[in-house]
C-alpha cells in the first residue's frame, strides 16, 4: 500500500512539477499622458491648462511606470541580478517621449543603485539603456515601417462585406460626433481618437460639453475598443503586424530551450502604446474586446519543468493602472500552459514571418508588373504605328 501511494506522489509530482521562469518578455503601454491632439471644438483647447504639453507623460505617469518597475523587480528578482548587467536585460521602446520616459521611470523602479552603483549620493538613480529606432524604420515594434503588402490587405478588409456591414451600425453615432467635434468620423479609429480625448479630460476632472452627455462614455466604449480588432483583423494583417515582434521574442526564448548561448538573454522589455497591446492581444487570439489602459502589460514567461525539464509557454496579462497580479491567459486550443513547441506550431502564421522579404517582395513584384504592362503597351503602340506608316506607303 505505501508503495502504491509513493508511486503516485511520484506521478503527482512528475505531472504538476514546479516550473521555473527561464526567460520572460514584457510589453506594456506608457503611463498617463495628456491628449496626443483635441478635437477642432474642442473647449479644452489651451495648453496652459494643461500639466504638460500634448502627448506628453504625467507625473503621474511617471509614478505608475516606477511603482510597476519595482513590482517587475520583485516578479523576476530570481531571473535577473540585483546590479543591472547589459547581458541579462534588452530594452526597447518606441521614438515616442512617453514611451522613453516610461520606460526610464520603469527602470528606476526596478534598478536601484546600491553599493558601486551609486555614482551621485544626492542622486538615487542610476541610467539604464533603452533602446529605440525611428518609428519610420522600425517593422518590429512601432510597426510604422512601410509594407506596402499590409496596406493592401487592409484596404481589401476595410472594403469588405462584413467589415462595412458591422460599421454601418455606428453610422448615426459617426455623424453625430462629427456633427460636433468639427473633426470628420470615418471609422473605429476615429472614434477611438474621440473617446480617449474625452476619458483623460473627465479623468482630469474637465467639464464636459454638453452634446457628450448621451455618447460618452457608453455608446463610444465597445466601437472605440473594437478598434484594437481591425489592425489584424487577417490573417496575413496579424502576421505582417505582430509576427515581427512575436519572432522576436520567441527566438529569444528558443535560445535559452537550445542552450545556443552560455549566458542567454533573461528579460526582453518594450515600452510601446494601446495599439500594440491591442493588436498583440487580437492577433493571438486573446483579445477580451476591453481598451488597453494606462501601463496595461503583457507577459510572456518561458517556463521549465523543474521534473521533466520540458519547457512551456505563459501568456499572463494586466489591464489595471494599479499594482495588481496579471491573470494567466487561455491560449487557444492549448490552455493556460502551453507546451512551447505546441505554441509555436499554434502561432506559426506569425512566427514565420520574413517581414522585410514578404513586403519587399510584394512591391518589387507590383513594380515588375507595372514595368512588363508599360512594355507590352509600348510595343502595341509602336507595332501599330509602324503597320500604319507601311500601311500608308
Not at 469588405?160 to 455623424?175: A, G, W
Not at 455608446?219 to 505582430?242: D, G, Q
Not at 548561448?261 to 483579445?287: E, R, T
Request: proline letters at 5%.
Amino acid at each position: 500500500m505505501m508503495l502504491v501511494l509513493a508511486i503516485l506522489m511520484f506521478s503527482l509530482t512528475v505531472t504538476f512539477g514546479e516550473k521555473t521562469v527561464k526567460y520572460a518578455a514584457v510589453i506594456y503601454r506608457h503611463g498617463e499622458r495628456t491628449p496626443a491632439n483635441l478635437y477642432p471644438t474642442d473647449p479644452w483647447q489651451n495648453v496652459s491648462l494643461w500639466p504638460v504639453k500634448f502627448g506628453q507623460l504625467t507625473n503621474v505617469g511617471k509614478r505608475q511606470h516606477y511603482a510597476l518597475g519595482k513590482w517587475l523587480r520583485k516578479r523576476y528578482s530570481h531571473l535577473i541580478s540585483e546590479k543591472f548587467d547589459s547581458s541579462e536585460i534588452y530594452v526597447r521602446s518606441t521614438d515616442v517621449d512617453r514611451t522613453l520616459i516610461s520606460a526610464q521611470a520603469n527602470l528606476a523602479g526596478m534598478y536601484p543603485p546600491s553599493g558601486t552603483s551609486i555614482w551621485d549620493t544626492d542622486l538615487i538613480w542610476q541610467p539604464i539603456p533603452v533602446h529605440t529606432i525611428p518609428e519610420k524604420d522600425d517593422g518590429v515594434l512601432a510597426m510604422k515601417k512601410t509594407c506596402l503588402h499590409y496596406t493592401r490587405e487592409k484596404n481589401e478588409y476595410i472594403h469588405s462585406t462584413p467589415y462595412k456591414e458591422r460599421l454601418s451600425q455606428y453610422q448615426e453615432l459617426m455623424d453625430y460626433l462629427t456633427a460636433y467635434t468639427g473633426k470628420k468620423i470615418n471609422d473605429y479609429l476615429d472614434i477611438n481618437y474621440v473617446y480617449n480625448v474625452l476619458f483623460i479630460e473627465s479623468l482630469y476632472n474637465f467639464t464636459l460639453p454638453n452634446w457628450t452627455q448621451s455618447v460618452y462614455p457608453d455608446k463610444l466604449r465597445e466601437p472605440a475598443c473594437y478598434s484594437f480588432a481591425t489592425a489584424t483583423a487577417t490573417p496575413l494583417m496579424a502576421r505582417l503586424m505582430v509576427g515581427p515582434l512575436l519572432k522576436e521574442i520567441t527566438t529569444e526564448a528558443n535560445t535559452v530551450v537550445l542552450k545556443k548561448k552560455p549566458d542567454p538573454l533573461k528579460l526582453s522589455i518594450y515600452s510601446a502604446h494601446d495599439f500594440q497591446i491591442g493588436n498583440i492581444l487580437s492577433a493571438m487570439g486573446v483579445f477580451d474586446g476591453n481598451c488597453p489602459v494606462y501601463t496595461s502589460t503583457i507577459f510572456f514567461e518561458l517556463l521549465q519543468d523543474d521534473s521533466t525539464l520540458e519547457y512551456f509557454i505563459q501568456m499572463l496579462y494586466r489591464n489595471s493602472t494599479e499594482i495588481v497580479e496579471p491573470y494567466v491567459l487561455n491560449i487557444p486550443s492549448c490552455g493556460k500552459i502551453c507546451p512551447f513547441d505546441r505554441f509555436l506550431e499554434l502561432y506559426d502564421n506569425l512566427v514565420s514571418v520574413e517581414w522585410d522579404y514578404e513586403c519587399k517582395a510584394q512591391v518589387t513584384l507590383k513594380f515588375l508588373i507595372y514595368h512588363t504592362l508599360f512594355i507590352i503597351n509600348i510595343t502595341l503602340i509602336l507595332y501599330r504605328y509602324f503597320n500604319i506608316v507601311v500601311f500608308d506607303c
